[in-house]
């Protein structure tokens, strides 16, 4: 569940650096799509505060977010159907701001029996102590904090399987990872390139 990456959220996010906030949670979104992962998309009061970021809704250009008007995501039912129409008892949320629109629902989903994941570099806080407090309070309710790169490799598991991502959508991803996902991709280029034949014959 993505929640609130809007601009005006992002206007008071001062835990994190914004651009790398928007680097996170796309390669997390291309990620969890490309290993065909149920992904929520919420915004609140999106007629004042904004729409999605595009980057973020260009990774699913057919999904309209849920938009709201609770603080707390779990309180607007359509967002739990959504979240109970997967199947799935493990969530992994994300969103803007840490304090707020991560904790309350993480800690209401955790409380029904829902294993929460708060993906702490894809979320940010008005300031780095809000976010801080936020991951201790989740934290000391059974919510565990994991970074997007760790959600990855979690559905990913094993290199030998190859059948879980293209890897075209593995590439997409792996180049939101910063020096990893460059060289990534420049080792996938030379691989699919042919060596030039410097014997002259």
Not at 118 to 123: C, H, N, Q, R, Y
Not at 124 to 152: C, F, K, L
């Amino acid at each position: 569940m993505l929640i609130d990456h809007q601009p005006y959220q992002f206007a008071n996010l001062n835990s994190h650096e914004p651009t790398m906030i928007v680097n996170n949670v796309v390669g997390l979104a291309k990620a969890a799509k490309g290993y065909g992962v149920p992904t929520i998309l919420t915004t609140v009061v999106e007629e004042r505060g904004g729409n999605l970021i595009q980057p973020l809704q260009d990774v699913f250009p057919d999904q309209k977010p849920i938009n709201r008007t609770f603080i707390n995501t779990w309180e607007d039912q359509r967002v739990v159907d959504a979240v109970k129409a997967t199947g799935r008892k493990k969530l992994v949320i994300a969103g803007l701001w840490t304090e707020i629109c991560v904790a309350m629902p993480a800690l209401h989903a955790a409380a029904e029996g829902f294993q929460v994941y708060a993906v702490t570099d894809a979320s940010g806080g008005t300031s780095a102590e809000a976010h801080d407090m936020a991951v201790r309070r989740m934290v000391q309710a059974g919510v565990i904090p994991i970074t997007w790169m760790v959600a990855t490799a979690g559905w990913q598991r094993d290199w030998a399987r190859t059948n879980l991502i293209s890897p075209e959508d593995q590439l997409a991803a792996l180049a939101h990872g910063g020096a990893t996902g460059v060289v990534t991709l420049w080792e996938q280029q030379l691989l699919n390139t042919p060596v030039p034949d410097t014997t002259g014959a």
